[in-house]
């Protein structure tokens, strides 16, 4: 049996989007923890995201609540013609 690979098909921004996608309400730390980064890291992360216009942030008492915005397209050559929902679908139909 092969061992088990040491890299990822998906980028850190697209395991953060999923981790958001399953939990709108999620910390930050949770992140980081799921992702396996740095919860500094996931900070920046989220906010790129939310420069680039694929989540917003809204406050609700002392945590943040997440949306993406599952209608933008997929920030990648090969997968333009795709949207974000599209591959949150399939990475994570229960969200």
Same mark, same amino acid.
């Given at each position: 049996?092969? *061992?088990?690979?040491?890299?990822?098909?998906l %980028?850190?921004?697209? @395991?953060?989007? +999923?981790?958001?996608? @399953?939990?709108?309400?999620?910390?930050?730390? *949770? +992140?980081? *923890?799921?992702?396996?980064?740095?919860?500094?890291?996931?900070? @920046?992360?989220?906010?790129?995201l939310?420069?680039?216009?694929?989540? %917003? @942030?809204?406050? %609700?008492?002392?945590?943040?609540r997440? %949306?993406?915005?599952?209608?933008?397209?997929?920030?990648?050559?090969?997968?333009?013609?795709?949207?974000?929902?599209?591959?949150?679908?399939?990475?994570?139909?229960?969200?």
């Amino acid at each position: 049996m092969a *061992e088990p690979a040491t890299w990822s098909f998906l %980028t850190n921004h697209a @395991r953060v989007l +999923i981790c958001i996608a @399953r939990d709108p309400s999620v910390r930050l730390r *949770e +992140i980081g *923890e799921a992702v396996g980064i740095t919860e500094r890291a996931a900070h @920046r992360i989220v906010a790129e995201l939310a420069d680039a216009g694929y989540v %917003t @942030r809204r406050r %609700t008492g002392r945590r943040n609540r997440y %949306t993406i915005r599952t209608d933008l397209p997929v920030p990648d050559a090969l997968a333009r013609n795709r949207r974000v929902g599209d591959l949150l679908a399939i990475l994570s139909p229960d969200a």
